[in-house]
T-cell receptor, first 111, second 112 residues
């Protein structure tokens, strides 16, 4: 059973709308991550956090922002969605000893 | 920084045959190497991992080997079954499981 939850699973939204993708984990992990997955499969790190009030940008430049006010919650926000933001977004967390636990993802389509 | 190369990008094998996916890494300080399986519509799931103090690890039909000198590691799946069809990712990190660098992925198809 997944201990990391992403909502919504699918989202279709118009250009210019503000959206927030939710990610929550019940494992008490300090470290959390957001990845963007393109149709070619590759995983691109866009944000990560090593604890409350700590956030960093990843390797792939993204117009999204994140926050980490609670250990279990790591939401990702797009202030103004564009068609170029259409993608699969994956959230993950780790206790630093074992590999990441991933959520099921949010498939975002901006029309 | 670390760079991980994964090959092949697609692999098709007959049911019952073995499949091998290979990865190379650049940072000799890397010490943790997990493998993930991603089924359609799901997030990647950890299937096996190996640390730098071990050369091989097995779990039923899957095994991973690590060659630190050559800086490469491989996933071996024996007696493949249709449910093995998925995308597989390798990864490497020199900070334990803290900051993984992923390979490009391999789409494995098992033909009945």
């Amino acid at each position: 059973e997944a201990d990391i939850y992403q909502t919504p699973r699918y989202l279709v939204i118009g250009t210019g709308k503000k959206i927030t993708l939710e990610c929550s984990q019940t494992m008490g992990h300090d470290k959390m991550y957001w990845y963007q997955q393109d149709p070619g499969m590759e995983l691109h790190l866009i944000h990560y956090s090593y604890g409350v009030n700590s956030t960093e940008k990843g390797d792939l430049s993204s117009e999204s922002t994140v926050s980490r006010i609670r250990t279990e919650h790591f939401p990702l926000t797009l202030e103004s969605a564009r068609p170029s933001h259409t993608s699969q977004y994956l959230c993950a967390s780790t206790d630093s000893y074992y590999g990441y636990t991933f959520g099921s993802g949010t498939r975002l389509t901006v029309v | 920084g670390e760079n991980v190369e994964q090959h092949p990008s697609t692999l098709s094998v007959q049911e019952g045959d073995s499949a091998v996916i290979k990865c190379t890494y650049s940072d000799s300080a890397s010490n943790y190497f997990p493998w993930y399986k991603q089924e359609l519509g799901k997030g990647p799931q950890l299937i096996i991992d190996i640390r730098s103090n071990v050369g091989e690890k097995k779990d039923q039909r899957i095994a991973v080997t690590l060659n630190k000198t050559a800086k490469h590691f491989s996933l071996h799946i024996t007696e493949t079954q249709p449910e093995d069809s998925a995308v597989y990712f390798c990864a490497a990190s020199h900070e334990g499981a803290q900051k993984l660098v992923f390979g490009q992925g391999t789409r494995l198809t098992i033909n009945p």
